[in-house]
């Protein structure tokens, strides 16, 4: 299900379970967390999570697919994106970007190429993203793609969403 992905400075790569050591240091900042909870993993909870998601979604109605982000620039790692389709036609997105590589539109750019790899997928007709409403950053992430925020919360973020 997973394929190579690639965009004008970026090769989505599709998550293997060997790049945790890569990302745990690029998803090392705290302030990834500030919207989402939590704290960053060590490599090891990386890779028990990597083991989990390249595992596929136990029900059968349910895809998972993650890439990882690699900047062809300097061939390193620098976050990553996913999608959980589900047999109802619809697509559930998120992205990251390590915070050293934030503010260059990569995580604009990955989602784009994200959002056109969904648009040929037949099946897939609506796209949706879960976004804190003072996550600035995320909401130019999703609009950039052609997002649209609703009317809708669900946690305390807000529903954006684009019809394919």
């Known amino acids: 299900m997973n394929t190579p ?3 004008d400075r970026l090769d989505l790569l599709p998550l293997r ?12 900042d705290p302030a990834l967390h500030t919207f989402i909870g939590g ?15 390249v595992a596929d979604s136990p029900d059968p109605a349910v895809t998972w697919c993650n890439w990882v982000l690699r900047l062809r ?8 994106v996913q999608a959980t389709i589900t047999g109802h036609e ?18 604009s750019e990955a989602t784009r190429g ?19 409403p003072d996550h600035h ?4 992430v999703a609009s950039a793609a052609g997002l ?3 009317e809708e919360e669900h946690d305390g973020e807000l529903r954006w969403r684009l019809d394919l």
């Open 39 to 53: 704290s960053p993993d060590t490599p090891e909870a990386l890779r028990t999570r990597y083991e989990h998601l």
């Open 114 to 132: 994200l959002v056109g790899w969904l648009r040929e997928r037949s099946r897939v007709r609506r796209v949706v993203a879960h976004i804190h």
């Open 73 to 80: 620039a300097d061939a390193h790692l620098i976050g990553t």
């Open 90 to 107: 619809a697509a559930e997105i998120a992205w990251v970007v390590g915070t050293p590589w934030q503010g260059r539109g990569y995580a």
């Open 17 to 28: 379970v060997d790049h945790a050591e890569e990302m745990a240091a690029v998803l090392a």
């Open 148 to 150: 649209f925020p609703t």
């Open 137 to 140: 950053a995320s909401a130019a």
């Open 5 to 7: 992905l690639r965009t």
